[in-house]
């Protein structure tokens, strides 16, 4: 746990929050400020900063929870779909730095503004950036 940080504090019970999902490594709560109703954020009970620190097996169990709380999100609330949205570092929009998954239900005529604007690569440029990354892959 890390003295400072909001969310270690939700998960030690000092701070409330609003539960949906709890096992031994993961607890799933209401986003307080949400997108739409039933916005929730998962979060690991091991302090991770972001994906970066984040060790294999909390990684590979963390999108088993996410499947079946939002599941669970999509038979209750009747939403049309589901953003699963996960930042890393302020670049990336993270503002709470204890790593954690959006799941963000979606209707057809909703408002929730997650586009960019596509962009496209030169010739060979997709190709030669894919190698040097995969070089680089432990
Ligand atoms: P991010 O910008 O990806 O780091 O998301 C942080 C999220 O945490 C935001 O959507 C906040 O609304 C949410 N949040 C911050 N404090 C709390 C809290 N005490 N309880 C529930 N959600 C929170
Ligand atoms: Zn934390």
Same mark, same amino acid.
């Given at each position: 746990?890390?003295?400072?940080?909001?969310?270690?504090?939700?998960? +030690? $019970?000092?701070?409330?929050?609003?539960?949906?999902?709890? +096992? =031994? !490594?993961?607890? &799933?709560?209401? +986003?307080?400020?949400?997108?739409? &109703?039933?916005?929730?954020?998962?979060?690991?009970?091991?302090?991770?900063?972001?994906?970066? =620190?984040?060790?294999?097996?909390?990684?590979?169990?963390?999108?088993? &929870?996410?499947?079946?709380?939002?599941?669970?999100?999509?038979?209750?609330?009747?939403c049309d779909g589901l953003?699963?949205?996960?930042n890393n570092g302020e670049?990336? $929009?993270?503002? &709470?730095?204890?790593?954690?998954?959006?799941?963000?239900?979606?209707?057809?005529? !909703?408002?929730?503004?997650?586009?960019?604007?596509?962009?496209?690569?030169? +010739? $060979?440029?997709?190709?030669?950036?894919? =190698?040097a990354i995969a070089k680089?892959?432990?």
């Amino acid at each position: 746990m890390q003295n400072q940080c909001i969310f270690c504090k939700i998960i +030690d $019970g000092q701070i409330p929050s609003a539960t949906i999902y709890e +096992d =031994e !490594d993961f607890k &799933v709560i209401m +986003d307080i400020s949400p997108a739409a &109703v039933g916005h929730a954020i998962m979060l690991p009970k091991k302090h991770f900063s972001n994906l970066f =620190e984040m060790d294999d097996n909390t990684a590979s169990r963390a999108l088993i &929870v996410a499947r079946k709380v939002a599941t669970a999100m999509k038979e209750e609330l009747g939403c049309d779909g589901l953003n699963m949205l996960q930042n890393n570092g302020e670049a990336a $929009g993270q503002t &709470v730095f204890h790593y954690h998954i959006h799941l963000i239900p979606r209707m057809k005529e !909703d408002t929730i503004n997650l586009s960019w604007q596509q962009k496209s690569y030169g +010739d $060979g440029e997709a190709a030669k950036i894919a =190698e040097a990354i995969a070089k680089r892959i432990l």
